[in-house]
């Protein structure tokens, strides 16, 4: 069992950062691949980035590279979002997966789910 829990999430201002993490706890979190998720009111939720469980290989949602950027750190079994730019449209619910193999996560599949952390951007 994989226990997530995310944080960092909070208010601000259009063109402002955020950094999110999601702390790991139980198995081997340098055994999973770890993604980040989002959904926004009404809205179905949606991939946002993943990383390989060494950290060397990284995909994002076409719609976010350049401005967003995961990372994860093994010995604090943390996985890290940095937001740069952020739009009111990033308004969201995001969370933290982890699964064996990336290319689940790409497709909204994982083992484990975070419970999220709120993200809104004010205009």
């Known amino acids: 069992q994989v226990r997530l829990v995310e944080s960092g999430g909070g208010l601000v201002q259009a063109g402002g950062s955020l950094r999110l993490s999601c702390a790991a706890s139980?198995?081997?979190?340098?055994?999973?691949?770890m993604g980040w998720f989002r959904q926004a009111p009404g809205k179905e939720r949606e991939f946002v980035a993943s990383?390989?469980?060494?950290?060397?290989?990284?995909i994002y949602a076409d719609s976010l590279k350049g401005r967003f950027t995961i990372s994860r750190d093994n010995a604090k079994n943390t996985v890290y979002l940095q937001m740069n730019s952020l739009k009111p449209e990033d308004t969201a619910v995001y969370y933290c997966?982890?699964?064996?193999?990336?290319?689940?996560?790409?497709?909204?599949?994982?083992?484990?789910w975070g419970q999220g952390t709120q993200v809104t951007v004010s205009s």
């Open positions: 139980g198995r081997t979190f340098s055994s999973y691949a």
């Open positions: 997966a982890a699964d064996i193999a990336s290319y689940r996560l790409r497709v909204g599949v994982a083992d484990y």
């Open positions: 990383i390989s469980w060494s950290g060397g290989d990284t």
